[in-house]
């Protein structure tokens, strides 16, 4: 008799620890402004797509090789930076080539920035584009979505940490 039971008790916690739910505490959310002043961002892409030829061009190809190494330092009090890398283009140019503000939206996921200029035309910046942004500690992509005239453009630049 002893060894039914025993069947029948090991059965039953076997059949317990087999119908039990995860209780895994839901995942802690991500600190994006946390991630983006981490550490300074390299650009390592930047595409744009629609405007006025509707078609997707690499435009990172096109920067010459002393502008790849410049460099974006996000900091925690709202302002940012982009600093000539090792390599400037023309020796007597500023380390610091632009400066603006930046602030997270966190109920939009969206990154608000001030005084970066759109990198195919230096003259003119973004001023309060509504950017969907995604940060991790290897990687940050900023999307910016503008109309120009009519013309819907997206432009997509990635960075990793420098």
């Not at 000539?84 to 632009?98: I, N, R």
Request: aromatic letters at 12%.
């Amino acid at each position: 008799m002893k060894p039914i039971a025993f069947l029948l008790l090991s059965s039953g916690l076997f059949l317990t620890n087999c119908s039990k739910k995860s209780t895994d505490p839901s995942p802690t959310p991500v600190d994006k402004p946390g991630l983006l002043t981490a550490h300074d961002w390299r650009m390592t892409g930047y595409t744009m797509s629609g405007g006025r030829s509707g078609q997707t061009g690499d435009y990172y190809a096109l920067l010459a090789s002393c502008a790849r190494d410049d460099y974006y330092h996000f900091d925690v009090n709202g302002t940012f930076h982009c600093d000539e890398g090792a390599t400037k283009c023309t020796s007597t140019d500023p380390q610091t080539k632009y400066s603006g503000t930046w602030r997270y939206d966190p109920q939009r996921g969206y990154l608000y920035l001030t005084g970066m200029p759109f990198l195919w035309n230096p003259s003119t910046t973004r001023e309060n584009y509504m950017d969907p942004f995604e940060v991790s500690a290897t990687q940050l992509k900023i999307v910016f979505n503008w109309n120009d005239n009519g013309i819907q453009t997206k432009e997509t630049i990635t960075m990793v940490p420098r």
